[in-house]
């Protein structure tokens, strides 16, 4: 089981979805993730959320003009994604087990974003498969980029990687990092509790 349904019981996509309204209401800028990606392909490149939850920053990627696709294990987050925008390609599946041929979809994708913590709250031990399917699925140049807490104050859960675990993961799937920050904004990493990290196919 994974750490997200350990932590959730995969039942939490409607508090998910409303906590962030609830956000956006008050004039906080939800879309961060979706604005980092687009800084780095063009409009209309091929754009994977892996681990998309409520659909979030992939329904914002697709009003900007990329091409994408949504996959996710909990079927209650899902369920809101397909409310909100019933049009897109959502996919219930474990990353662990995900390839793009098992869904009758192309791979070569070019850019795979996990947002919202994916890697700490995988199950344990299939984190190191995650970035080998993920890594395959992208094409040649292609990017992974991934966000998520590395303390305490930025986890739901206790703290279970460090970006070395990651970086060495990555490499082991023919990733190379390309940059590393503190936040969706940009912001310079400097070895703080959580970071957003690109790395190149």
């Known amino acids: 089981m994974s750490r997200w349904a350990d932590l959730t019981g995969n039942a939490s996509g409607e508090d998910y979805a409303a906590r962030f309204a609830a956000l956006a209401r008050s004039g906080k800028n939800v879309h961060g993730e979706a604005r ?103 094409c040649p140049g292609g990017l992974l980029v991934a966000g998520f807490g590395l303390d305490e104050a930025h986890l739901p859960v206790p703290p279970s990687l460090t970006l070395s675990d990651y970086d060495d993961w990555c490499s082991g799937a023919g990733l190379t990092l390309v940059d590393r920050f503190a936040t969706w904004d940009a912001d310079p990493y400097d070895g703080g509790g959580y970071a957003v990290s690109v790395h190149r196919r």
């Not at 409009?43 to 994408?68: H, K, P, S």
């Not at 474990?94 to 919202?116: C, K, Q, R, T």
């Open 36 to 138: 980092f990606c687009a800084a780095l392909v063009p409009v209309g490149a091929r754009v994977l959320d892996a681990g998309c939850g409520t659909g979030r920053v992939m329904i914002r990627l697709a009003e900007l003009g990329y091409d994408c696709v949504g996959v996710d294990l909990d079927a209650s987050m899902l369920a809101v994604a397909r409310k909100q925008s019933p049009g897109l390609p959502w996919f219930q599946l474990d990353l662990a087990e995900f390839e793009p041929a098992l869904l009758g979809i192309a791979g070569g994708f070019d850019l795979v974003v996990a947002a919202g913590n994916i890697f700490p709250l995988l199950a344990p031990g299939t984190e190191t498969t995650v970035v080998e399917h993920l890594s395959a699925a992208l």
